[in-house]
């Protein structure tokens, strides 16, 4: 299970499935961070932060650094409720 690291995190919220894309970092640093800080037992810390456009989430992940890996949510490839 990781946990919220809320001295590291900035206060953006990680709002899933509110945003088109997901900037994500592993790292093992513990750093303050743009996004959701998260820790795991085992030393690796998680980094999310989410973004409206490509070009946002491209500046996101350019500030987490190099290992930063941008997603785009798909809403079309689940199957959410109609509510």
């Known amino acids: 299970m990781a946990t919220l690291r809320a001295d590291l995190s900035d206060a953006s ?5 509110e945003f088109r894309f997901a900037v994500v970092l592993e790292t ?16 690796r810390v998680f980094v999310f932060a ?24 798909r809403p079309q490839w689940s199957f959410p409720y109609e509510a």
């Open 13 to 17: 919220p990680w709002l899933i499935g």
């Open 28 to 43: 093992h640093a513990h750093a303050k961070a743009s996004g959701a800080v998260y820790a795991l037992p085992d030393g």
């Open 50 to 73: 989410a973004a409206e456009s490509r070009a946002e989430a491209d500046r996101l992940a350019g500030g987490l650094g190099r290992d930063a890996r941008v997603f785009e949510v």
